[in-house]
């Protein structure tokens, strides 16, 4: 089957670096603030800066390398799916538990539009970490497909399109791919705890209104705490996939450490 046509990674770079502004370099196993669920400071972006060199890149032999390169995007692939997944049970529990307090709060009281405000700031978080989900899903689908393809040494230096050949990806293309996957990935699981960070101050301040917090509140609460930790996790495995791809692709780029937010280069082990 014939990939689709798509830009380069430099736009999820975007995506990311924009969700993401106010946090500190850290890696994805950074200290989440509390039980829960802060939000982790991000991964630094520059995976995505790495792409250009990527694509312009000599790639090495084909052979057992090429073979373990497949399985490396193939793991990320499915790290970077089940990422997304948890974001979104996030984001659905996260709305579950607004819409348990909807008519708790409603009314024109300084607190109670105080208290919507706040919930509209988690709904307006929902709706972005939806997004961030949906690129996350695409990128995932996209590297599933072309880590199951036949690998060329041919690298594209232009770097514009993705798997440009009916029945086989470059290297360099896989890589492109790997890197996307693990941006958006990051950028689900960032965001789904941003949500759970706005969700927890959103229940501490019904507290403060001396509001009785239902429920089913707090049980969506903890089930989107535990899938957005799950989320942070999956993200984290498809940044070590993606890492462990350039090695055996051979390829110099950009890789990331998950635990410390820190950039490093790989070698390029192919001719």
Known sequence: MQL???????????????????QEAAGANAATGSAIGGVSTSVVVAVVAGVAVLAAASSGSSGAAAVTANESAGSAATTAAAAATQSTTAATQATAALTSVSTLIAGTTQTQIALQTQSDAVTAAIS??????????LAASNLATASAATLSGVVNSLGTTICAAATSCTKSELAALSSTAAVTAKTAAENALAVNTLLTEFRAAL?????????????????????????????????????????????????????????????????
Request: net charge negative.
């Open 4 to 22: 689709n046509k798509l830009s380069l990674a430099l736009a999820t770079s975007m995506l990311l670096t924009t969700s993401l502004h106010a």
């Open 128 to 137: 972005t970490a939806t997004a961030a989900t949906a690129a996350a899903t």
């Open 207 to 271: 507290v403060a209104a001396n509001i009785a917090v239902p429920t089913a509140f707090d049980t969506a609460l903890a089930a989107a705490q535990t899938a957005a930790l799950a989320s942070q996790t999956a993200a984290n495995s498809t940044i070590a996939n993606y890492n462990a791809t350039l090695v055996t692709l051979g390829i110099t780029g950009t890789t990331i450490d998950a635990s410390t937010g820190t950039t490093g280069t790989s070698g390029t082990t192919g001719t």
